[in-house]
């Protein structure tokens, strides 16, 4: 079973324009992460989240996390190719492992 | 300071093999957890240790084993090697003090044939 459902699984765009991914959950966490993750390397992180309807921004990145805890969305604006690579969301329910979303593969073309 | 590394970084074996792979976590971090990655399941737990004792453990056979030595540094084991084994096998080194946000190595890719 698993427990983050990210949508979509994959995203190709054109540079400059917006995009939102989306992370989804049944049940509540403490504290939800955002890692993205280039070929050939590991995830690295870009954000946490802990409070529930906490709104991070990073640049061109905003990060929101639920009101419920359940949820969490990351929306890029003006997508650059820089920008490609495998998002992947997070969850932590206190002090157990962390639980990786199924990932959202985005592909930003020049 | 230095990353995560991890070795080798790239490791090619025949089934019913055995493997090792090696992970030096961040100077500090007492913490260090194993995922395998495959394009079918994601990011997948394996194990997690702590001051040399293994603290949390996924979803995997027994063949899968790890341990931790006194400083931090940790090995994963994987013996009687399946096709279905083949994955990027990650590490992630973690600060403690609270904190869980994971810093990755740049993973292991094993390809079994």
């Known amino acids: 079973t698993q427990l983050l459902e990210q949508s979509p699984q994959f995203l190709s765009i054109q540079e400059g324009e917006n995009l939102t991914v989306y992370c989804n959950s049944s049940?509540?966490?403490?504290?939800l992460q955002w890692y993205r993750q280039e070929p050939g390397e590991g995830p690295v992180l870009l954000v946490t989240?802990?409070?529930?309807?906490e709104v991070k921004k990073l640049k061109r990145l905003t990060f929101q996390f639920g009101d419920a805890r359940k949820d969490s969305s990351l929306h890029i604006t003006a997508a650059q190719p820089g920008d490609t690579g495998l998002y992947l969301c997070?969850?932590?329910?206190?002090?157990?492992?962390?639980?990786f979303g199924t990932g959202t593969r985005l592909q930003v073309f020049p | 300071k230095a990353g995560v590394t991890q070795t080798p970084r790239y490791l090619i074996k025949t089934r019913g093999q055995q493997v090792t792979l090696s992970c030096s976590p961040i100077s500090g971090h007492r913490s260090v957890s194993w995922y395998q990655q495959t394009p079918g399941q994601g990011l997948q737990f394996l194990f997690e240790y702590f001051s040399e004792t293994q603290r949390n453990k996924g979803n995997f056979p027994g063949r899968f084993s790890g341990r931790q030595f006194s400083n931090s540094r940790s090995e994963m084991n994987v013996s009687t090697l399946e096709l279905g084994d083949s994955a990027l096998y990650l590490c992630a080194s973690l600060p403690g003090q609270g904190r869980n946000e994971q810093f990755f190595g740049p993973g292991t890719r094993l390809t079994v044939l």
């Open positions: 049940s509540v966490f403490s504290s």
């Open positions: 997070a969850g932590a329910r206190n002090t157990d492992k962390l639980i």
């Open positions: 989240v802990v409070t529930g309807g």
